[in-house]
């Protein structure tokens, strides 16, 4: 992208506008047929605030997710990335966008608040939430609304039962299947052990596909130990387990924060098998206060990374550092993603800003299934009515304090 267009971009961000940027090389493309290191600050807009002044009806975008807690990592992720997607769409002159972002803190309750809020405001559509509880929660009530929602990341399968729910990231038992066979085709590991928190849908959710797929493919499972909300901060036990039964490989299906003292605790005790991780891992090397030396040789299945060198993911990563002073994660690449195939999908349906909120998703639900988006997260990416997407999963490793293909 242009340093001109990086820099307006930044400009317009930080003074909470979306109509700025430019598409240059870094828009994912709709086939013409189909289509028609910190985090970022938090700098949500007030209600109506980034309405664009372009002639017209701005379509209205909500956004749920945590941009403060523990889970914050990936909510302001999300935002960033549907930040810098609206700027660009604007800056093109055609249908307009404009974002509003809520904190649900990792907290379904409060994404409930939050799903609210964003109705009182206007909203017309849902891109979230961004993890799963509160996603599924949130999914009743968009249903029972009949909104559109688009969740970015949220991958427990509950999280689009129902028609008016889409997703951009794979499923949890996808995750898990996908895992074990990586593990098991590449001959990682003769002896695995899991490491899973049974009280999460989206751990409990690729754990119960992986050990289902690990016995299909003939992988030994020596140990498979839980852990809950309440008990994840030691994992000696566990550890200990994985290490006694001579586990040459451990599978942790769980976030980048209990993933950091898992690898801490793992050096203290002399254990040092592979760890291999899904997308929740994402975020690892952000952690605060973390001796990144423990992170090598971690592997991890994603969608996406920023050392990628196509042009699209250059352009989206130099506008990304522009606005925010550090590289984006998977998390922001799938909130990218999903305003352009809601754009998409707008211009294969015809919609305007002027329909509400029930019309704009029963337009939506259909032309989602017809339209095919090369983004940062996949190319040639299709969704059925289930409102599962259809793309390829990619696995990196790090090394030297970065991801790399693995």
């Not at 598409?23 to 600050?41: K, W, Y």
């Not at 949220?154 to 999280?159: L, V, W």
């Not at 592997?299 to 993911?313: E, I």
């Amino acid at each position: 992208m242009k340093k001109f267009l990086s820099f307006m971009l930044a400009l317009c961000l930080a003074v909470s506008l979306a109509a700025c940027g430019g598409t240059g090389s870094s828009a994912p493309a709709a086939d013409s047929a189909s289509a028609g290191t910190d985090a970022p600050a938090d700098s949500t807009p007030a209600d109506g605030a980034g309405e664009p002044a372009a002639s017209g009806t701005a379509i209205r975008i909500g956004g749920i997710g945590p941009v403060t807690g523990g889970a914050a990592e990936y909510g302001l992720a999300v935002r960033g990335g549907a930040e810098i997607a609206i700027a660009e769409l604007n800056a093109r002159g055609g249908q307009q966008y404009v974002l509003q972002f809520e904190d649900d803190e990792h907290d379904p309750e409060k994404a409930v608040n939050a799903y609210n809020t964003l109705k009182d405001w206007g909203m017309q559509v849902l891109v979230g939430t961004v993890t799963s509880a509160p996603c599924v929660a949130v999914e009743a009530e968009t249903a029972a609304d009949n909104m559109f929602q688009l969740t970015p990341s949220g991958s427990a399968e509950d999280c689009i039962k129902e028609e008016n729910a889409f997703r951009m990231c794979f499923s949890d038992p996808e995750q898990g299947t996908l895992s074990a066979d990586y593990i098991a085709d590449n001959q990682l590991a003769a002896k695995v052990a899991v490491i899973y928190d049974s009280s999460d849908p989206y751990s409990s959710g690729i754990h119960d596909a992986f050990i289902a797929q690990a016995k299909a493919k003939n992988l030994e499972v020596v140990a498979d130990e839980a852990f809950t909300a309440d008990s994840n901060k030691d994992f000696n036990v566990q550890l200990g387990k994985a290490k006694s039964a001579g586990a040459e490989l451990v599978f942790i299906p769980f976030y980048y924060s209990e993933a950091a003292l898992v690898l801490q605790q793992a050096k203290a005790m002399d254990f040092a098998p592979i760890f291999f991780g899904c997308d929740g891992m994402d975020g690892l090397l952000a952690v605060e206060n973390f001796d990144t030396s423990l992170a090598e040789g971690v592997m991890l299945m994603t969608p996406f990374t920023a050392a990628a060198t196509d042009d699209m993911t250059a352009s989206f990563v130099a506008a990304y550092k522009e606005a925010y002073g550090q590289e984006p994660n998977q998390f922001a690449a799938d909130a990218y993603d999903c305003i352009y195939a809601i754009d998409a999908a707008i211009q294969k349906a015809g919609v305007t800003g002027d329909m509400d909120a029930s019309a704009i998703c029963d337009a939506l639900k259909d032309a989602f299934t017809q339209i095919t988006l090369d983004g940062l997260t996949g190319k040639g990416i299709t969704w059925d009515a289930s409102g599962a997407p259809t793309k390829s999963p990619l696995v990196f490793v790090i090394q030297n304090g970065a991801y790399e293909a693995a």
